[in-house]
């Protein structure tokens, strides 16, 4: 079983840059890919960014693209979502997720709020 923890998440002013955190732990045997989701109160998640679990090929939503860049520290066992510009749209609740042994993305972190002030 693959645990996902998030961190990194706070209140920041628009214009500003967060850095979020996942920390991956457990069996990570069989993970095709990891993202990114944000959910906004009320609202179905919905995806931000992802990676395959090579690293070798990225994905972006088109809201957050040229802003925000997913990335990965394979000895540390970390996922990172570096957020640059941000906007008070791009306040939400936000997910760390793995795809493991499954095309969909099937395995959940608690999430972590952002907020971003105009």
């Known amino acids: 079983q693959v645990q996902l923890v998030e961190s990194g998440g706070g209140l920041v002013q628009a214009g500003g840059s967060l850095r979020l955190s996942c920390a991956t732990s457990?069996?990570?045997?069989?993970?095709?890919?990891m993202g990114w989701f944000r959910q906004y109160p009320g609202k179905d998640r919905e995806f931000v960014a992802g990676?395959?679990?090579?690293?070798?090929?990225?994905l972006y939503s088109d809201s957050v693209k040229g802003r925000f860049t997913i990335s990965r520290d394979n000895a540390k066992n970390m996922v990172f979502l570096q957020m640059n510009s941000l906007k008070p749209e791009d306040t939400a609740v936000y997910y760390c997720?793995?795809?493991?042994?499954?095309?969909?993305?099937?395995?959940w972190g608690q999430g972590t709020q952002v907020t971003v002030s105009s």
């Open positions: 990676m395959s679990w090579s690293g070798g090929s990225t």
């Open positions: 457990g069996r990570t045997f069989g993970t095709y890919r």
């Open positions: 997720s793995a795809a493991i042994r499954s095309s969909m993305y099937n395995t």
